[in-house]
T-cell receptor, first 117, second 109 residues
Framework: DGGITQSPKYLFRKEGQNVTLSCEQN?????MYWYRQDPGQGLRLIYY???????QKGDIAEGYSVSREKKESFPLTVTSAQKNPTAFYLC????????????????FGPGTRLLVL | GQNIDQPTEMTATEGAIVQINCTYQ??????LFWYQQHAGEAPTFLSY??LDGLEEKGRFSSFLSRSKGYSYLLLKELQMKDSASYLC??????????WGAGTKLIIKP
C-alpha cells in the first residue's frame, strides 16, 4: 500500500534536547512538506522540499532543521532553539510538478504529537 | 495581511444537511482546497475549486465565488462518521497555501 508514515506517534522532549521526527513516503512524490498544527490555528509551514538535496524554509522555520538525502525521506529535527515545540506535526507530500506548486493535492501522514517534559 | 475565516465549531443532526462557510482575503487566488481531519489524524483531501460554481462529489459539494472571496462545503445525509474538522486552504498569487483554522463539526444522533 502506498502512503506516508510518520514516527513516533508521540514524542517527549526534555529541556535542551534535540529530537527528530521521521517521515517516509512510498508514493514516488518529489515534493514533501512539514507543518505544525496548534489548537485554534491553521496549519503553518515549517519547511518544504521540492527535490532531493534541496529544501526551503517555510513561515516558521526558526528552531527547526531538515534534510532530504533520499526521495522517500524528509526527517524534521526540533532543536533546543525552538522554545515552544509542543504541537501536532504533520508531514505531507505531493507529486511535485514545479510548474503547479501548491495546486497539487497534498497527502498527509498520521502525525506526531510532540510534548515537552 | 492574508486571512481565512471559518466558524470554529458547528453542530448538526444525523441525516440532516450542513453548510460550512469559508471566507478569504488573500493576495491573489489560484484555487481553494477543502480537507477533512478526524481528531488526531491526518487531513484527507475532499475537493479543489478554482472556477466559480458548485462541484458535487457524492454527499459532499463545494461552492466557490471568487468575486465574493467565499466558499462553502455542503454535507448532505450526515452520518456520525462525518464528525471531524473541515479545513479550508487557499492558494495565493505566489502559489503559497494559506490554511484556515478549521471548523469542528459535531454530529448528534
Amino acid at each position: 500500500d502506498g502512503g506516508i508514515t510518520q514516527s513516533p506517534k508521540y514524542l517527549f522532549r526534555k529541556e535542551g534536547q534535540n529530537v527528530t521526527l521521521s517521515c517516509e513516503q512510498n508514493l514516488n512524490h518529489d515534493a514533501m512538506y512539514w507543518y505544525r498544527q496548534d489548537p485554534g490555528q491553521g496549519l503553518r509551514l515549517i519547511y518544504y522540499s521540492q527535490i532531493v538535496n534541496d529544501f526551503q524554509k517555510g513561515d516558521i522555520a526558526e528552531g527547526y532543521s531538515v534534510s532530504r538525502e533520499k526521495k522517500e525521506s524528509f526527517p524534521l529535527t526540533v532543536t533546543s532553539a525552538q522554545k515552544n515545540p509542543t504541537a501536532f506535526y504533520l508531514c505531507a507530500s505531493s507529486i511535485g510538478d514545479s510548474t503547479s506548486g501548491n495546486l497539487e493535492t497534498q497527502y498527509f501522514g498520521p502525525g506526531t504529537r510532540l510534548l515537552v517534559l | 495581511g492574508q486571512n481565512i475565516d471559518q466558524p470554529t465549531e458547528m453542530t448538526a443532526t444525523e441525516g440532516a444537511i450542513v453548510q460550512i462557510n469559508c471566507t478569504y482575503q488573500t493576495s491573489g487566488f489560484n484555487g481553494l482546497f477543502w480537507y477533512q481531519q478526524h481528531a488526531g489524524e491526518a487531513p484527507t483531501f475532499l475537493s479543489y475549486n478554482v472556477l466559480d460554481g458548485l462541484e458535487e462529489k457524492g454527499r459532499f459539494s463545494s461552492f466557490l465565488s471568487r468575486s465574493k472571496g467565499y466558499s462553502y462545503l455542503l454535507l448532505k445525509e450526515l452520518q456520525m462518521k462525518d464528525s471531524a474538522s473541515y479545513l479550508c486552504a487557499v492558494v495565493d498569487s505566489n502559489y503559497q497555501l494559506i490554511w484556515g483554522a478549521g471548523t469542528k463539526l459535531i454530529i448528534k444522533p
